[in-house]
T-cell receptor, first 113, second 114 residues
Framework: EAGVTQSPTHLIKTRGQQVTLRCSPI?????VYWYQQALGLGLQFLLW???????NRGNFPPRFSGRQFPNYSSELNVNALELEDSALYLC????????????FGPGTRLTVL | RKEVEQDPGPFNVPEGATVAFNCTYS??????FFWYRQDCRKEPKLLMS???SGNEDGRFTAQLNRASQYISLLIRDSKLSDSATYLC???????????????FGKGTLLTVNP
């Protein structure tokens, strides 16, 4: 069974640009989560989508946004990139509920120059 | 108290040693807990779930003390391949308890030396 997939694996952008990251959950999982992991720091919760709706949001500015599609895949959009947005962006999926085990994708490593 | 707080580490132990990591959490409503393992520059992977007082899986034992809001992970007979960052994860209620989010500790780095 395929795990969580993310694309692209690496991305280099410059300040002020916009980026879209993509995630496909495990088949049968309806919840998708996004996390940011900056170098040397822990996972910071960004967003949680379930059944196409945003269920919870972490302490990030509005330029971080996303959506979930009818097939449960998800996009994370970051506008007006800043240097400190450089990080590993991880997507995870789970069966609905939010309190259950989450399975992570390999991540997208974003570098902002 | 922070939502989830772990031993900062790092831990450096010889092969065969027993090592324990501690984690405390602030929300007494949390019911289930997880330990994840994250290798360098890789994604976190579930190591163990803890739903009652504890869980054992081979060399790994997780214990839960609800009264003290404390979780531990014990690794016996450490292997070189155990070298990784270990993340304590606690579901915390949101919006009146109907929604939850997983809160990750900052992780404890373990290096097992030959």
């Amino acid at each position: 069974e395929a795990g969580v997939t993310q694309s692209p694996t690496h991305l280099i952008k410059t300040r002020g640009q916009q980026v879209t990251l993509r995630c496909s959950p495990i088949s049968g999982h309806t919840s998708v989560y996004w996390y940011q992991q900056a170098l040397g720091l822990g996972l910071q919760f960004l967003l949680w989508y379930d059944e196409g709706e945003e269920r919870n949001r972490g302490n990030f500015p509005p330029r971080f946004s996303g959506r979930q599609f009818p097939n449960y895949s998800s996009e994370l959009n970051v506008n007006a990139l800043e240097l400190e947005d450089s990080a590993l962006y991880l997507c995870a999926s789970s069966l609905a509920g939010g309190a259950g085990e989450q399975f992570f994708g390999p991540g997208t490593r974003l570098t902002v120059l | 108290r922070k939502e989830v707080e772990q031993d900062p580490g790092p831990f450096n132990v010889p092969e065969g040693a027993t090592v324990a990591f501690n984690c405390t959490y602030s929300n007494s409503a949390s019911q289930s807990f997880f330990w994840y393992r994250q290798d360098c520059r890789k994604e976190p992977k579930l190591l163990m779930s803890v739903y009652s007082s504890g869980n054992e899986d081979g060399r790994f034992t997780a214990q839960l003390n609800r009264a003290s809001q404390y979780i531990s992970l014990l690794i016996r007979d450490s292997k070189l391949s155990d070298s990784a960052t270990y993340l304590c994860v606690v579901p915390t209620p949101h919006s009146g308890g109907s929604n939850y989010k997983l809160t990750f500790g900052k992780g404890t780095l373990l290096t097992v030396n030959p």
